[in-house]
């Protein structure tokens, strides 16, 4: 099986840049895409195809994708991004689909 | 808007089954692929199933752990997902999503609320 791996936890002060990795490999061979899940709240799609946004997530959210590691970057970090991220893939020929294990972004 | 709204969580006993669905509004329910993504509670994100849609064959794909137990369906007449559970374990115990896929992709862009379905004697 395809495994991702996130760090557990990340921390960043406010208006600083924050980097949250995901590591398989050869990812960069696949398409990525992240989700946000604040406390209490179903998770929301903010990037996906590797890099694109969707409607409505801020600009300060970007993403890449190379070698055996994806990235969300999180440019000028606000209290309202602390959350936990989940990095995403799938395997088209098997048709299935892997998260990695999350990372819990505190802005302190 | 997409609306997406699990329903018949609940608790089972282990060895049990269990069904929840989903009501979907909002959008052409007929063209799209759905899944099922689930969470034990402070834990991660696993996805499940996926039904791709009537028009792309209708067929389903199951994640390693729930092959040959859970079944996905659709109710084109009434806007709804269904995921049918068997010989339920517990550590099948989690908030159960509906989702659906952004176009014929594996990005899952619209989240219902979750149900919960705990699995215990």
């Known amino acids: 099986s395809y495994d991702l791996t996130q760090p557990p936890s990340v921390s960043v002060s406010p208006g600083q840049t924050a980097s949250i990795t995901c590591s398989g490999d050869k990812l960069g061979d696949r398409y990525v895409c992240w989700y946000q899940q604040k406390p209490s709240q179903s998770p929301v799609l903010i990037i996906y195809q590797d890099s694109r946004r969707r409607p409505g997530i801020p600009e300060r959210f970007s993403g890449s994708n190379s070698g055996d590691t994806a990235t969300l970057t999180i440019s000028g970090t606000q209290a309202m991004d602390e959350a936990d991220y989940y990095c995403q893939t799938w395997n088209s020929t098997a048709s299935t689909v892997v998260f990695g294990g999350g990372t819990k972004l505190t802005v302190l | 808007e997409v609306q997406l709204v699990e329903s018949g969580g609940g608790l089972v006993k282990p060895g049990g089954s269990l069904r929840v669905s989903c009501a979907a509004s909002?959008?052409?329910?007929?063209?799209?692929?759905m899944s099922w993504v689930r969470q034990v509670p402070g834990k991660g994100l696993e996805w499940v199933g996926r039904?791709?849609?009537?028009?792309?064959?209708?067929?389903?794909d199951y994640a390693a752990p729930v092959k040959d137990r859970f079944i996905i369906s659709r109710d084109e007449s009434k806007n709804t997902l269904h995921l049918q559970m068997k010989s339920l374990q517990n550590d099948d115990t989690a908030v159960y999503y509906c989702v659906t896929h952004l176009r014929q992709s594996y990005y899952f862009d619209n989240w219902g609320q979750g149900t919960l379905v705990t699995v215990s004697s």
């Open positions: 039904i791709k849609s009537n028009a792309d064959g209708g067929t389903t």
């Open positions: 909002g959008l052409i329910f007929t063209n799209v692929w």
